[in-house]
């Protein structure tokens, strides 16, 4: 995957200046008080309307903060699961174990994806002291981070598909020499270990990451190749092939097309694979315990109406740039407009149409201020409900503050986005013609209109979180998606980025 990932270019010292000078001009009086002078009309129907009711914005950043804690306390337990498989299949390596484990990275992603809505922001998945300015230093590019350097972590097939352009690193720093035909699985002269691990993205083109949800991926399914194992177009429909024998450590163990071990490949591919899920679990729940402790204490109680609205336009910096930059750029434009297979989020598995759904639903749920669960068993239906959260989202708030205009307007963009989403995702769900994103993105296809109308629908949906800043008087629409997210035009979904 060839994309560049974790772009959070904002500058919050710049931004956070504004958003005080903003602030202070609309609270007129006592830090304390509730900021009744304000006008706000806005686009909102109310009389005498208020954006600046503090008690108001404080109930929305505490639930924020709730529906945080849910979410990655769900993606913990799902990944602790997908830990429990990976084991099982390593200690007993069969068809019906690889399923198995393979099924459980498909629920562990269920409940991780609307979480990625609380990037870009001054938050713990990001930065781990919430201050930007200083440069980022928290654990998202340990745990969902891409382009996936799968081609320096084990061994990959090169063809019309995959060139040397896309599955070559140039710059690493895990110790492999001329990754390709090299790789970690093949080097024994490096050891599988958590220093190992932290070599992870220290190239500036980004294509050497090897740990996350996508390095697991990889390792259960290997690279996505036709049914025939080669790497060729027409691409089919089919996800990845790796064998249960690539983990077979004896005489039996396999290792590509063309290389067969002792079991020293194998054994070291299981070594990997069970750090990578022990390294998830960690950071998660690193990231969780954050959420729920020091960041808690600062973000739902803003101590003046400045700090409550600099709080508030960080939420919406998440769902404005995760809405337009990336996932309708990045995760989705960039594949489209190049037909790229490399270039989609869950390439290994065909699981991207998941992606994109589940990124999109949390730009929903945190609007609306509630999250149901996820889907346990993969049927399209939330049947887990036992962390369910509901609180005060911004929609509510637009409402309370004479803002209703806005609101429906926002709600009937997120319900264009989520038509066209949901039908990406039952593209390729269809039991009898599943066309997964790798093909819905062909040219010529004309099953790719959903994925176009997606596009169309995150940007639009990104104007209006755009305006709420306006109305709200939070401040500028490049401190809602910042333009540097993306290289992409998205008002244009098939032109190049």
């Known amino acids: 995957m060839m994309q560049k990932t974790r772009t959070n270019k904002w500058s919050w010292v710049a931004a956070a200046s504004l958003i005080i000078g903003l602030g202070a001009a609309a609270a007129c009086g006592d830090d304390d008080n509730n900021g009744t002078s304000g006008n706000g009309t806005g686009n909102g129907s109310g009389n005498g309307s208020d954006p600046n009711d503090l008690d108001g914005i404080r109930a929305v950043l505490s639930t924020n903060v709730d529906l945080a804690v849910a979410m990655y306390s769900d993606a913990i337990d799902t990944a602790g699961a997908l830990r429990t498989a990976i084991n099982a299949m390593v200690a007993d390596p069969t068809p019906e174990t690889l399923a198995a484990a393979r099924r459980a990275w498909r629920v562990a992603n269920e409940p991780y994806g609307p979480t990625e809505v609380y990037r870009f922001r001054a938050s713990p998945i990001d930065d781990t002291d919430f201050d930007l300015s200083n440069g980022e230093d928290g654990p998202e590019g340990e745990l969902n981070a891409w382009p996936l350097g799968e081609g320096l972590i084990d061994y990959v097939v090169e063809g019309t598909d995959f060139g040397d352009d896309q599955i070559n690193v140039t710059e690493q720093a895990t110790g492999v020499v001329d ?99 022990d390294k998830l679990v960690a950071d998660l729940t690193q990231v969780r315990d954050t959420f729920d402790g020091s960041y808690r204490a600062t973000f739902a109680n803003p101590a003046n109406l400045d700090q409550a609205k600099e709080f508030l336009i960080q939420i919406l910096a998440g769902m404005g740039n995760l809405s337009e930059g990336e996932l309708a750029g990045e995760r989705m434009q960039i ?93 390729a769900r269809d039991a009898n013609n599943p066309l997964p994103v790798d093909l819905q993105i062909v040219p010529g296809m004309n099953s790719s209109q959903p994925m176009i109308d997606t596009i169309l629908g995150l940007n639009a949906q990104s104007n209006e979180f755009i305006q709420i800043a306006a109305d709200l008087e939070l401040g500028s629409a490049d401190q809602v998606v910042d333009p540097d997210t993306s290289e992409c035009d998205t008002s244009d979904p098939t032109s190049p980025c």
């Not at 002269?189 to 390095?215: K, M, Q």
């Not at 869950?346 to 992606?355: E, K, P, Q």
């Not at 939330?382 to 637009?398: E, F, K, P, Q």
């Open 179 to 277: 990754p390709v035909p090299n790789n970690i699985i093949n080097s024994t002269n490096i050891a599988i270990d958590e220093t190992l691990l932290a070599a992870n993205v220290s190239a500036e083109d980004e294509r050497d990451v090897i740990t996350g949800y996508h390095a697991i991926e990889f390792m259960l399914w290997g690279q996505d190749l036709n049914g025939d194992g080669s790497a060729d177009a027409p691409r089919d429909a089919t996800p990845g092939q790796r064998p249960h024998t690539d983990y077979l450590q004896d005489a039996n163990c396999t290792s590509g097309p063309t290389q067969n071990a002792d079991g020293t490949f194998c054994t070291r591919r299981a070594q990997f694979i069970q750090l990578l899920a």
């Open 335 to 427: 594949a489209l407009s190049a037909n790229s297979q490399e270039d989609e989020h869950s390439c290994f598995s065909d699981n991207t149409h998941r992606d994109i759904v589940l990124n999109a639903e949390g730009v929903r749920f945190v609007y609306m201020g509630s999250y149901p669960g996820y889907d346990s068993d993969l049927d399209g239906v939330v049947d887990n409900v036992a962390r369910a959260t509901t609180g005060t989202g911004i929609d509510a708030y637009l409402r309370q503050v004479g803002l209703t205009s806005l609101a429906d307007d926002v709600m009937a963009a997120l319900a264009t986005t989520r038509t066209a989403y949901n039908q990406v995702d039952a593209l």
